[in-house]
């Protein structure tokens, strides 16, 4: 199996600094396309494409463009999600770093289709070179016309900014994010409204993956129709993934959807170093969930998240093998999550630490079947009862191993070590 290469066609191949560049290989092209064309007609475009967000969730991204251009209340923003802070996932900063006018462009489209006339590129803060890339990128396009008043002679303005964050993985989520970018503490807020309606600075507001918006352009060039012909008739287009753990060749890669895992790990990945057995994989990142090498030959798409209920459709994929340990994994994960909770909700703040002392006691070979019933009931409830995606995604791990590796907690409740 060979890259699709569409999103990643520039990587490596251009300077990502360079305006010049990426006019050369046919940048801006599909702005000065999408300036000509009636607003309505590019949503239509990306509803025919039937393009959906890259961020993890899967919302078809036309009905957000949709909700932003009916609001009647003016400024509207449009805010590009670069936070990307769940272990595993790293596709977001090859966007940035290899071809950043890509989603400047995307936003731009975005923008103009909507009626939205500021934006925003949320970094996460540990991406320092994507930030200065960005940074200069948004200075370039400014200064060549292509953003702030009447770009290109019409009668569109659109201005951006950056804006970094401190180190909080929640605040990726989209309300923590827009109460991040107004100075306050990144937490969620209780929907509806949703960001459509009521997001920053209580104004219409579309917030959107790195990707999402680097598929733009690309839509806008071939069309809807022939974009929906790529990947699967429900999940279209193609996929930055992030191949990591034990695999020869870690990296992004770029596929159409459709496409086996396994495919990937072994004709992109190369397989497990060593040649070691992979025992199982992690999808989406951390609050992905964990399935057994038999599952391997399972196509990419965003409807087998949900059959795990999962919206983590996020692109990553982490390989263990043979010698990994469920319990050493639970236990940095939970981990995680309990240190970024942000203690809003009680199911979340309260849960993380409750699943913490349970998960230890299987680390330790002490616990009961009743824990085990526990453990199970407890991580459900934080998925249907939490606020915000942070809860209600983070048990999925949990949920996801107690389903495919039952015996290895049976194991641990019927044979204690003997010390
Ligand atoms: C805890 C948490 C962290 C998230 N982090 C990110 C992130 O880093 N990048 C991202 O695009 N979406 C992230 N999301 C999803 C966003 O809330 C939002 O759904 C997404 O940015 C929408 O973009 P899309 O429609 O293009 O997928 C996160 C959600 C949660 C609950
Ligand atoms: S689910 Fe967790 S991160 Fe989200 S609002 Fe509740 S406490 Fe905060």
Redesign the pocket.
């Known amino acids: 199996m060979k890259e699709m290469k569409v999103i990643s066609k520039r990587f490596d191949k251009v300077n990502p600094l360079s305006i010049q560049d990426y006019i050369n290989t046919n940048g801006y092209t599909f702005l000065k396309k999408a300036i000509k064309m009636e607003r309505i007609s590019i949503i239509e475009e990306v509803e025919a494409s039937y393009l959906?967000?890259?961020?993890?969730?899967?919302?078809p991204?036309h009905i957000?463009m949709m909700g932003l251009a009916k609001e009647t209340s003016m400024p509207k923003y449009i805010i590009c999600?670069?936070?990307?802070?769940?272990p595993g996932?790293f596709k977001?900063r090859a966007i940035l770093e290899k071809d950043p006018y890509a989603v400047i462009e995307g936003m731009t489209i975005v923008a103009y289709a909507t009626g939205a006339t500021k934006g925003y590129v949320y970094i996460?803060g540990e991406y320092l070179e994507a930030l200065k890339i960005m940074k200069h990128c948004i200075q370039e396009a400014t200064e060549n016309n292509l953003l702030g008043n009447n770009i290109l002679g019409e009668k569109f303005n659109f201005t951006l900014e950056v804006r970094s964050g401190a180190g909080s993985?929640?605040?990726?989520?989209?309300?923590?994010?827009i109460e991040s970018i107004e100075g306050k503490p990144g937490r969620?807020r209780i929907k509806p409204p949703f960001p459509t309606q009521k997001g920053v600075f209580n104004q219409p507001t579309m917030?959107?993956?790195?990707?999402?918006?680097a598929n733009i352009p690309f839509i806008i060039e071939i069309g809807g129709k022939e974009y929906h012909k790529i990947g699967t008739p429900s999940s279209t287009g193609t996929k930055l993934l992030s191949l990591s753990g034990n695999i020869k060749n870690p990296g992004v890669y770029e596929v159409p959807f459709g496409v086996t895992i396994r495919a990937v790990i072994e004709e992109l990945g190369g397989g497990t170093l060593n040649n070691r057995k992979i025992k199982m994989i992690q999808l989406g990142g951390s609050?992905g969930p964990i399935i057994p090498e038999y599952m391997l030959d399972m196509i990419i798409d965003y409807e087998r998240f949900e059959e795990f209920e999962s919206k983590t459709g996020?692109g990553a994929i982490i390989v263990m093998d043979d010698r990994s340990d469920i319990f050493d994994i639970l236990m940095n994960t939970v981990l995680f999550f309990e240190h970024?909770s942000c203690g809003k909700c009680v199911p979340c703040r309260e849960g993380h630490v409750q699943l913490l002392k349970i998960i230890d006691k299987f680390v330790k070979r002490t616990a009961s079947s009743k824990d085990l019933d526990s453990l199970e009931s407890l991580a459900r409830v934080m998925h249907q009862t939490s606020l915000?995606?942070?809860g209600?995604?983070s048990p999925t791990s949990i949920i996801s191993t107690i389903r495919f590796f039952r015996d290895e907690y049976l194991d641990r409740i019927d044979h204690p070590a003997s010390n």
């Open positions: 959906r967000g890259r961020g993890g969730a899967g919302f991204t957000k999600n670069a936070d990307e802070g769940e996932n977001d996460r993985y929640v605040c990726g989520e989209e309300f923590a994010l969620t917030i959107s993956n790195v990707e999402t918006f609050c996020s970024e915000c995606g942070l209600q995604s």
